[in-house]
T-cell receptor, first 113, second 113 residues
Framework: AQSVSQHNHHVILSEAASLELGCNYS??????LFWYVQYPGQHLQLLLK??????LVKGIKGFEAEFIKSKFSFNLRKPSVQWSDTAEYFC???????????FGTGTRLKVLA | KAGVTQTPRYLIKTRGQQVTLSCSPI?????VSWYQQTPGQGLQFLFE???????NKGNFPGRFSGRQFSNSRSEMNVSTLELGDSALYLC????????????FGPGTRLTVT
């Protein structure tokens, strides 16, 4: 069955610490991968996306993610987090022609000032 | 341009009742997807519509239904409400489907008592 796993449900970091959030998927065929973020009280918004090409994708606010096909992973990274990065992060996968996104259960990140 | 709008924002219903939620996509977007968001479960895909046609649906009982109108506005209906239907229902629109970035609305918070 198609699925997305986010292993870290809650992460607490101090400002300036480095961040890596794991995302693994089980999905046949060619995939499109996304990270969405939900800041407190705000809508879900796109952080970055991978369709093809360079497996290292850069997104907004200094975030990046690396697609490793052999590991079925799409981990999110940021070298130095800020208090304003406190939010819930969702990994999602889809495939052309399915018209269906599969989301992970989310990771709540809290950054301590 | 205006974002995705959802009405109502909050709703309290009693078990056994039915409810209709509405979603207006971004102008020009023809694909609308619906999700149920609950703590610990992430976003669960309900269904996707494009040009008034349902192209995919998730694993929800038949009590959950939807439709899309010619102006791309969409509604979802839940009949015979159960306590477990309490959730945040999110609508997302995109240009033409899963290959594209989805833009999310603020959601409708449904509480079933």
């Amino acid at each position: 069955a198609q699925s997305v796993s986010q292993h870290n449900h809650h992460v607490i970091l101090s400002e300036a610490a480095s961040l890596e959030l794991g995302c693994n998927y089980s999905y046949g065929g060619t995939v499109n991968l996304f990270w969405y973020v939900q800041y407190p009280g705000q809508h879900l918004q796109l952080l970055l996306k991978y369709f093809s090409g360079d497996p290292l994708v850069k997104g907004i606010k200094g975030f990046e993610a690396e697609f490793i096909k052999s590991k079925f992973s799409f981990n999110l990274r940021k070298p130095s987090v800020q208090w304003s990065d406190t939010a819930e992060y969702f990994c999602a996968v889809t495939s052309s022609g399915t018209y269906k996104y599969i989301f992970g259960t989310g990771t709540r990140l809290k950054v301590l000032a | 341009k205006a974002g995705v709008t959802q009405t109502p924002r909050y709703l309290i219903k009693t078990r056994g009742q039915q409810v209709t939620l509405s979603c207006s996509p971004i102008s020009g977007h023809r694909s609308v997807s619906w999700y149920q968001q609950t703590p610990g479960q992430g976003l669960q895909f309900l269904f996707e519509y494009f040009s008034e046609t349902q192209r995919n649906k998730g694993n929800f009982p038949g009590r959950f239904s939807g439709r899309q109108f010619s102006n791309s506005r969409s509604e979802m209906n839940v009949s015979t409400l159960e306590l477990g239907d309490s959730a945040l229902y999110l609508c997302a629109s995109s240009l033409s489907g899963a290959t594209y970035e989805q833009y999310f609305g603020p959601g409708t918070r449904l509480t079933v008592t």
